[in-house]
């Protein structure tokens, strides 16, 4: 019989923090490494449709999110300054350099959301390992569930 792109793996592989980590950038479930977890943009499904891993894992989750999300936008806007000085060092007017650093302040924030979240999500279930409260498809867990240090 063939197995269907939705069915576990008869081992899933181990939970290693890099695993995690490139999971979560690509907007993936830190745990079967699953797509589909957002209904818009802003929106994302309380679980994991395929193993049903809850990605609000306890009250106030989302406030990582927010932290990642604030310090890759800062970043983002440092990183815009800099390069608006340098190239606009000698003008008279900087208007479009300031257009380019506000534009930058606005554009980040909203198309990294996605990304803080299951990027956090995977932080979380990195530094807190799967528990039975979590309750989630049993066939999904891998059998090693250490992680790499
Ligand atoms: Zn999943």
């Known amino acids: ?25 690509a907007r993936r479930c830190p745990l079967c ?25 306890i009250e106030g989750h989302w406030i990582g999110a927010l932290g990642i999300n604030t310090i890759v936008s800062v970043v983002a806007v440092l990183v815009a300054v800099v390069a608006a000085f340098a190239a606009t060092y000698q003008d008279e007017s900087a208007w ?11 554009i980040v924030p909203l198309a990294f959301y996605p990304v803080s979240k299951t990027l956090w999500s995977a932080i979380d279930l990195a530094m807190r390992p799967l528990e039975p409260d979590d309750d989630v498809d049993p066939r999904w867990i891998p059998p090693a569930t250490r992680h790499e240090r």
């Open 96 to 106: 479009v350099a300031v257009g380019a650093i506000v534009a930058t302040a606005i």
């Open 33 to 57: 490494g699953g797509g589909n977890l957002f209904r818009r943009w802003f929106t994302i499904v309380d679980r994991c449709p395929r193993c049903g891993f809850r990605l609000e894992r």
């Open 1 to 25: 019989m063939l197995r269907g792109v939705s069915d576990p793996p008869t081992e899933p592989p181990e939970l290693t923090v890099s695993r995690l980590l490139l999971r979560g950038l």
